[in-house]
């Protein structure tokens, strides 16, 4: 399968350009929702790691994942991975298992403010058992995956996030809220 890729078109961060912000998580945390606000809030960029793939590619993930599986989709993650992270002022939201590489991880932590996302199994499956276009969902018992998923990826997100916040049940106007000030600050310690 191939994909349009154009490293060119991304520009490096500047040593003097505004620290990006990547937001780790599961899926149906609200990276994606909660990026978008996030990044009005803060005048920035905002770009999800998994549309950026598919816009590439032409097709969505859960079809990568079906001519290629996972291990195709990881590769071709983390290539595009690198080149977001380079990017100053941007805030990224990542695909679920973009930690699941120590390569991404290293990325994300040396790259950037890196907030992790937290909720818990129930709340999690709650907005994503209608979506049809999770492919690690595609089992007998979803809820189960993601409770094994969150086992397995939650140190992960842990060991590389600098804030971390519970998204819980909570509006998303309250989740930004609680969060600007968290961001703000971690940024803002990197520039003094």
Same mark, same amino acid.
């Given at each position: ?30 990276? +994606?929702?909660? #990026?978008?606000?996030?990044?009005? /809030? ?29 291990? #195709?989709?990881?590769?071709?993650? +983390? ?14 939201? +990542?695909?679920?298992? @973009? ?19 937290? /909720? ?30 969150? @086992? ?8 590389? @996030? ?28 990197? +520039?003094?």
């Amino acid at each position: 399968m191939e994909c349009a890729t154009d490293p060119t078109r991304i520009p490096p961060a500047g040593p003097d350009g505004a620290r990006p912000i990547f937001l780790v998580g599961m899926m149906g945390v609200g990276k +994606t929702t909660l #990026g978008r606000q996030l990044a009005a /809030a803060l005048g920035r960029e905002f770009v999800d790691l998994d549309h950026a793939i598919e816009a590439r590619c032409g097709v969505r993930i859960a079809t990568i994942f079906d001519i290629e599986g996972e291990e #195709g989709f990881r590769r071709r993650e +983390t290539a595009t991975l690198d080149e977001y992270t380079r990017r100053s002022g941007l805030v990224l939201a +990542t695909g679920g298992g @973009a930690v699941l590489a120590e390569a991404n991880r290293r990325m994300l932590s040396e790259r950037g403010c890196v907030v992790y996302l937290r /909720a818990g199994a129930d709340e999690l499956y709650r907005r994503v058992s209608r979506d049809r276009n999770r492919p690690l969902l595609r089992t007998a018992d979803p809820r189960q995956r993601i409770v094994d998923l969150l @086992a397995r990826r939650e140190p992960l997100y842990e060991s590389v @996030a600098e804030v971390t916040l519970d998204t819980g049940d909570l509006p998303i106007s309250q989740v930004l809220r609680n969060l600007l000030p968290l961001v703000q600050a971690a940024v803002q310690a990197h +520039t003094t």
